[in-house]
C-alpha cells in the first residue's frame, strides 16, 4: 500500500520545489540522486537566513510527511 517505488503510480519529477521555512523564498531545484524519491518538496534555509551557509534538507512526501534525509534505509 505505501509502496512507494518510481514506476508505481508516483508522478515522475524532475524538479523539486524547495522553499525556506523562515522567509518563505523558494525555488525549483533538479532533483539529486541523493533525494528520497518520495519527496515532492523540500525545505532548506536559505543562506540569508542561516547567515552564508545553507541549512539541513528537510524533505516531505506526498502526503506531507518529513521524511529522513538519507535514502539509505532498505
Ligand atoms: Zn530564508
Redesign the pocket.
Known amino acids: 500500500m505505501n509502496d512507494l517505488r518510481p514506476g508505481n503510480g508516483l508522478p515522475e519529477i524532475e524538479f523539486l520545489p524547495i522553499s ?1 521555512p ?2 518563505g ?1 523558494t525555488a525549483n531545484s533538479a532533483r539529486d540522486e541523493l533525494d528520497p524519491c518520495a519527496a515532492v518538496r523540500a525545505e532548506i ?2 543562506p ?2 542561516v547567515g552564508g551557509d545553507f541549512g539541513a534538507t528537510t524533505y516531505f512526501d506526498a502526503a506531507g510527511r518529513e521524511l529522513p534525509p538519507s535514502p539509505d534505509e532498505s
Open positions: 525556506c523562515k522567509c523564498r534555509l536559505c540569508d537566513c
